[in-house]
């Protein structure tokens, strides 16, 4: 069998589109966060969620022990937090002027996000170098403002939505 090419992997699989959302929580008072761009819907009932983390993720572990997370789904017009939140730093230069606030279960909700999700950590299994976190949503909310428009991730770029009838 051929050694298999994640270089073009990654550039097929590229061609997906999928949304963007930063992943935060809080443990011992400290907010972590980090961008998402593999998150899905999993169950109505019960009402679950997904999303997948690099295995290595520094803050993945901190929210993890914390035992809950937000996915905030960040809006066309909010790709430096995409950024802010994909690139290595700290914790506390992620968040450093940033306006946020606590979720009902204590994570933080980035102002301007087009939706939050406020989950609890159900199980969290081992898939390949990620993992794949399943949470129980415990409360949810969408922005009420204008007509939100998502961002979106295609081909290694930034881009938003355009809808036709």
Do not use: Y
């Not at 061609?15 to 959302?21: A, I, M, R, S």
């Not at 572990?61 to 430096?80: H, Y």
């Not at 939140?85 to 301007?112: I, M, N």
């Not at 991730?153 to 938003?160: I, N």
Request: hydrophobic share 40%.
């Amino acid at each position: 069998m051929a050694e298999f090419d994640a270089l073009r992997f990654r550039q097929v699989l590229g061609h997906f589109p999928t949304g963007v959302t930063v992943v935060t929580g809080s443990h011992e008072g400290v907010p972590h966060g980090m961008t998402i761009g593999s998150f899905t819907s999993v169950s109505l009932d019960p009402p679950l969620v997904g999303f997948f983390p690099m295995e290595s993720s520094e803050s993945w572990k901190a929210i993890e022990a914390s035992g809950r997370f937000c996915v905030n789904v960040l809006g066309a017009d909010q790709a430096e937090l995409c950024w802010r939140f994909a690139k290595p730093a700290t914790e506390d230069s992620r968040f450093t002027g940033l306006s946020w606030r606590p979720s009902p279960l204590d994570s933080p909700v980035l102002t301007g996000v087009i939706a939050w999700i406020d989950c609890e950590i159900e199980s969290v299994h081992t898939m390949g170098d990620h993992l794949f976190v399943l949470g129980r949503v415990a409360d949810l909310d969408t922005w009420d403002g204008a007509e939100p428009a998502p961002l979106l991730f295609f081909r290694g770029k930034l881009g938003g939505f355009s809808q036709h009838d």
